[in-house]
């Protein structure tokens, strides 16, 4: 049974960090392609940040870049997503995905990240 589990997720201040995991379980994370998404109530769910199983390329949208950085732990089956200098306007509901060719697209939970000013 493949799931992904999301968390992390939390309270706090402007410029603070947080750090998101994704566990996967049913498969193992190198073999799938591994992205964070974000929601905010009323606006469509959007991509931030991916991690590729070919080469472990990261992807980052502008809004995130320089400061959200995506990594894999294949031993854990784990993806975290380290986010820094968080601003009001990144708080959302944070999604994992895991998508393969011909597997996929699975989803995690979601987990809030609430930021305050």
């Known amino acids: 049974d493949v799931q992904l589990q999301a968390s992390g997720g939390g309270l706090v201040q402007a410029g603070g960090s947080l750090r998101l995991s994704c566990a996967a379980s049913g498969f193992t994370v190198d073999h799938y392609s591994i992205g964070w998404f974000r929601q905010v109530p009323g606006k469509a769910r959007l991509g931030i940040s991916c991690?590729?199983?070919?080469?472990?390329?990261?992807y980052y949208d502008q809004s995130v870049k320089g400061r959200f950085a995506i990594s894999r732990d294949n031993a854990k089956s784990t993806v975290h997503l380290q986010m820094n200098s968080l601003k009001v306007e990144d708080t959302a509901v944070y999604y994992c995905?895991?998508?393969?060719?011909?597997?996929?697209?699975?989803w995690g939970q979601g987990t809030l990240v609430t930021v305050s000013s």
């Open positions: 991690i590729s199983t070919t080469d472990g390329s990261t």
């Open positions: 995905n895991a998508v393969s060719i011909g597997a996929g697209p699975y």
